[in-house]
């Protein structure tokens, strides 16, 4: 349905009940009626924004002991993806040439609109010497970090990019890991840009209107390359704020029982509790106006205000149009009484880091090996890295991916000697005694400022270093839906002295359930699940607010109060020793940690 | 009466009894009609809003004899003499408090001869809006847990629990008080002196409020989960040398439906501020490594609206 045309009344035409009845029924039709409805085409305002956006406590040549290709470093680079929702995703598994989508011109397009970079130099035009300031010896702590360097200000010149590349996804040998397209670019000139007491359009820099397409079936990498940062006085790069704007199409929101978890009430469905009997509105008149119901017939006078008259029919639309179209959420899970627009949903983002801002950048064993460095929770030689994020749950949403990054940038660390080790060997995997593990998860919790506490489980995964090369499911590597090399050879991580054949990952959780399409498989993950605040009606005696979650045929134990959404990630030996098998100064997690992506629908608020 | 305009608002031909009535008009009413409803406009949605959260979040580097660096904290004090490395240009530092409002007991950020008495240091995390938004929730989670590394005070401090003060505390404080020492702001430069913070539109701010009366909860939910107690996600939270960390613990700041319209063309910050009190007063229970005693998780959530490509 949506667009409609009507006949123009041409000079001599005689005026026919379709010229002015019909058009306006249809327009009421889709207004009122619960299988139509206004879809995104007919709005002018159709693009959603969302952002991916990228919080880095802080950036150095020693955290980030890494080249770009060219040459010039620190870089730091976090791969992301945008891949399309549940029900536009399709492909077909190919071991040679990875999967390979299913061409689909109705899958949503996602446009890059805007880039915006910024960071902390205590308001002035300085930079921020950095705890390396002094030099090796000093082991990273001199005694001015934080304090504003005027002179070195020429020092945060920074290049910025984002690149494109086919990810590996679904093939068994690792090629074509280098990204092979810049799809934007941008620099900024200290000299010019940061140097001005006065106004200093570098900080925050800020591109807009890029409106470049993004293939939802490509891996992206957001690069930042500061060359100058480690020249004369070492120099920091503090809370980095990085925010990538992307426009998407409004789309249908999810509805219906296999939704998991989401509203019994509504189920997400468009006026399934009342339909319109007169134009509800009230707002702007004094009496809700009867719908269009009785048309003239053939002979009858032209009249304005009878009950079929040409006014009295156009005032129906216009009614509706003045009390404002309804459609999408409240903050609370609710949907609008009565709803006149169909799309109302639309993609989005969610960015939670881990791991990011440990000691020196990641994480590693020390020397001589034992307990590793850098990050707390681990007090011996068995313990693992934990940690995790609380993201409060504002609007709803509903989640149909969550992918991770994970990082093997490297970084230095003191010696304990007066000097600096070049921390860049990966782990052997397990027939080498290096058996590194990641379990990790998001969920969703209630009980802050409460009187219960509980999780439900809305995804996870958990991958094992056995090889550091292809060997087949169930090996970290194979799992992974990208493997990427952005870094010049000279500071690329290294596989038993080797250059290893990439520096960034990025893989995807499963959603709990099975038989929904997800990057790991047609198959591989359960319907999308909805999160969102819920006004009352919780409680196990009542009747149940939520659907049921699919892999436990059972309510969350959220029971539809769910607050928050909680990220967590483990890091282990999987034989639970570090002091056994592994070999000195050798990394565990990668500078800047990993990367958490909750991808799904939210909607019109 | 004053002339009125009429009160539609799809057209402007308004058809009543006695008034004329022609092809011409009823094709322009009709094309008015049918082209904004093939073509909605913003104004005529009344849902057009979408929330984007801003996450960020940490969790430090140990307290111990070999803690580095301390970002991404820097102090909100930018003094000459001892906040630059290197030459000061004539005029510098053009900033000397880079945020307002921050005031709390026992620190003087303009003690005698312009010195700091104690100081304070802010995560600051700026932002640009292009296009205007709405703030409408911030969320700041202190993860502070009544074992392992992020206890909420320095443990060498003696006989003092998290956020309280010692022995040595300002007027109006009594030992074992609760602090209430955290600044929370979100301000917006003014479009004209946009790197003067004296100029800056402080548009949210949650100062002294009491950090120990902001319990994420008082629920019982034991450390271990013995039971279980309650319903846990994987992977569990704990680390082998610390398994009494599992259930989310800390202070939550949290204020939801703001309703801040943030004009567009701005150039926001989000900052979150505390002291360590090295001064006259103090140490409090924030020692001397107030930067280490809590993870964080703070998400700013606006509302973007929907636009035209």
């Known amino acids: 349905m949506a667009k409609i045309d009507w006949y123009k009344l041409a000079r001599g035409a005689k005026l026919l009940v379709s010229h002015i009845y019909g058009p306006l029924q249809v327009m009421q039709n889709e207004i009122a009626l619960t299988s139509d409805g206004i879809e995104s085409e007919q709005i002018e305002a159709r693009y959603a924004p969302f952002r991916v956006n990228l919080s880095i406590p802080h950036l150095s040549s020693y955290t980030n002991h890494a080249d770009a290709p060219d040459g010039s470093g620190p870089m730091h680079a976090i791969p992301f993806m945008l891949p399309p929702l549940q029900g536009d995703l399709s492909f077909t598994l190919n071991t040679d040439t990875g999967n390979i989508p299913t061409a689909n011109s109705d899958t949503p397009e996602i446009i890059l609109d805007e880039v915006s970079v910024s960071f902390d130099t205590r308001c002035e035009p300085g930079a921020i010497v950095s705890n390396w300031a002094t030099g090796n010896a000093a082991a990273g702590i001199s005694a001015h970090q934080g304090k504003i360097s005027y002179e070195r200000v020429g020092n945060y010149n920074l290049r910025l990019a984002i690149l494109e590349k086919k990810p590996k996804w679904g093939r068994a040998a690792i090629t074509d890991t280098h990204p092979t397209q810049v799809i934007w670019a941008g620099e900024v000139v200290a000299d010019i840009e940061l140097a001005s007491g006065y106004i200093r359009s570098g900080n925050p820099y800020v591109v807009t209107d890029i409106r470049r397409a993004i293939d939802p079936y490509k891996s992206y990498v957001f690069m930042l390359t500061a060359p100058n940062l480690g020249t004369s006085t070492y120099v920091e790069l503090v809370s980095i704020e990085i925010s990538l704007r992307f426009l998407s199409p409004l789309r249908e929101r999810d509805s219906g029982a296999t939704i998991q978890n989401i509203p019994t009430r509504h189920l997400g469905e468009r006026n399934k509790l009342n339909t319109y009997s007169v134009t509800g509105a009230g707002q702007h008149s004094s009496t809700p106006r009867p719908l269009i119901t009785a048309v003239p017939t053939a002979g009858d006078n032209i009249e304005a205000n009878t009950a079929t008259g040409v006014q009295t029919s156009m005032a129906v639309i216009d009614e509706f149009f003045r009390a404002k179209l309804r459609g999408g959420y409240d903050m609370h899970s609710e949907v609008p009484v009565l709803e006149s627009l169909k799309d109302t949903a639309a993609y989005t983002v969610l960015s939670v880091p881990l791991f990011n801002n440990t000691r020196f950048g990641g994480v590693s064993t020390p020397d001589p090996v034992g307990i590793p460095v850098g990050f707390p929770y681990v007090t011996s030689a068995a313990g693992k890295f934990i940690d995790r994020r609380y993201i409060p749950i504002v609007s709803p949403m509903t989640i149909h991916h969550v992918l991770f990054s994970w990082s093997w940038i490297p970084f230095i660390v003191p010696d304990g000697a007066g000097g600096v080790v070049f921390v860049r060997d990966i782990p052997g995997g397990s027939s080498a005694g290096e058996d590194l593990k990641l379990d990790i998860g998001v969920g969703m919790g209630t009980g802050a400022r409460a009187d219960m506490f509980g999780y439900e489980q809305i995804a996870r995964r958990s991958l094992r270093y056995i090889q550091p090369t292809p060997m087949g499911a169930g090996n970290w590597i194979d799992e992974a839906i990208d493997l990427i090399a952005l870094q010049s050879a000279s500071t690329f991580p290294l596989s038993f002295g080797a250059m290893n054949t990439h520096n960034l990952e990025l893989h995807a959780m499963n959603l709990e359930g099975s038989g929904q399409p997800g990057l790991n498989g047609m198959t591989a993950q359960g319907y999308p699940i909805f999160v969102g605040r819920g006004l009352g009606g919780v409680g196990t005696t009542n009747n149940p607010p939520r659907t049921n979650m699919q892999a436990t045929t059972a309510l969350s134990e959220t029971i539809g109060a769910e607050q928050w959404l909680e990220v967590r990630a483990q890091v282990y030996d999987h034989s639970g020793n570090w002091g056994s098998g592994w070999q000195a100064d050798q990394m565990i997690v990668g500078t800047g940690g990993l990367w958490v992506y909750i991808i799904g629908k939210t909607h019109l608020v | ?309």
């Not at chain 2, 969790?59 to 001892?82: C, K, M």
């Not at chain 2, 989670?141 to 443990?155: C, K, N, Q, R």
Request: hydrophobic residues 35%; aromatic residues 12%; charged residues 20%.
């Open chain 2, 1 to 309: 009466m004053a002339w009125r305009r009429h009160n539609r608002n799809l057209t402007h031909e308004v058809f009543y009894d006695g008034t004329t009535i022609d092809g011409s008009r009823l094709e322009k009413g009709m094309r008015d009609i049918t082209d904004d409803f093939n073509d909605v406009p913003p104004g005529d949605i009344k849902n057009r809003f979408i929330a984007v959260q801003y996450h960020a979040g940490f969790s430090p580097q140990p307290y111990d004899a070999t803690n580095t660096h301390r970002f991404p904290w820097l102090e909100i004090r930018n003094q000459g003499s001892v906040d630059v490395y290197g030459e000061i240009p004539i005029g510098a530092p053009h900033n000397k408090l880079r945020l307002k409002g921050t005031h709390v007991a026992g620190i003087a950020q303009n003690a005698g001869g312009g010195n700091r008495d104690g100081t304070q240091w802010a995560w600051s995390r700026t932002f640009a809006f292009k296009r205007p938004v709405v703030v409408d929730a911030l969320s700041v989670m202190m993860h502070v847990e009544s074992s392992g590394p992020y206890l909420g005070e320095d443990p060498r401090v003696a006989s003092v629990d998290a956020y309280e003060w010692g022995t040595s505390h300002p007027p109006g404080f009594s030992t074992g008080d609760f602090t209430s020492d955290i600044c929370v702001i979100f301000d917006v430069f003014n479009p004209t002196t946009p790197e003067d913070a004296v100029m800056t539109d402080v548009s949210y701010m949650r100062r002294k409020w009491v950090i120990n009366r902001e319990l994420f909860t008082l629920f019982a939910s034991p450390g271990a989960n013995p039971g279980p107690a309650w319903a846990d996600m994987f992977p569990v939270f704990e680390s082998g040398d610390i398994q009494d960390v599992r259930p989310l613990q800390g202070r939550l700041l949290e204020d939801k439906d703001l309703n801040i319209p943030i004009p567009a063309g701005s150039k926001a910050r989000l900052s979150i501020v505390i002291p360590q009190y090295s001064g006259t007063f103090g140490p409090a229970s924030w020692g001397t490594v107030p930067w280490y005693i809590q993870a964080w998780s703070t998400t700013l959530t606006v509302l973007e609206e929907v636009r035209a490509r």
